[in-house]
């Protein structure tokens, strides 16, 4: 399944750059070796795998920095959307969902993975 964490950088104002989501990759995880998506695919800016424990994830982050899909398990998902949510200024909206927009949930700043469970199935 793919799940997103995404904002709207018109509305917001703000985007994260590709320095920042890279060096706030090496603080948090220094074994993640992001790369570079094929150059005409906006969609896949910067690329990892991440293994969570239930299986491994594949992560990319579109040009802007505004969107973050997450190929993967939900609980493994919500842990990497909640670590982005850090990165983004706390006064926009961060919102989770599946990529078939069956659901969406705000990711509040501070939130945990487990926030993020409860507040979907709260849905």
Known sequence: MTYLAVFDAAHA???LPRRELIAALSRSWPDIRPTRGPVIDQARDVVWTFEDGDGKLEVYVNRSG?????????KGAMLVATWYRSLVPSAIDVVFCDDSY???ASILPGMTSA?????????
């Open 102 to 104: 069956s659901f969406r």
């Open 115 to 123: 926030d993020l469970l409860e507040a979907v199935r709260a849905l």
């Open 13 to 15: 104002g703000w985007t």
């Open 66 to 74: 505004t969107c973050l899909y997450i190929d993967g398990d939900l």
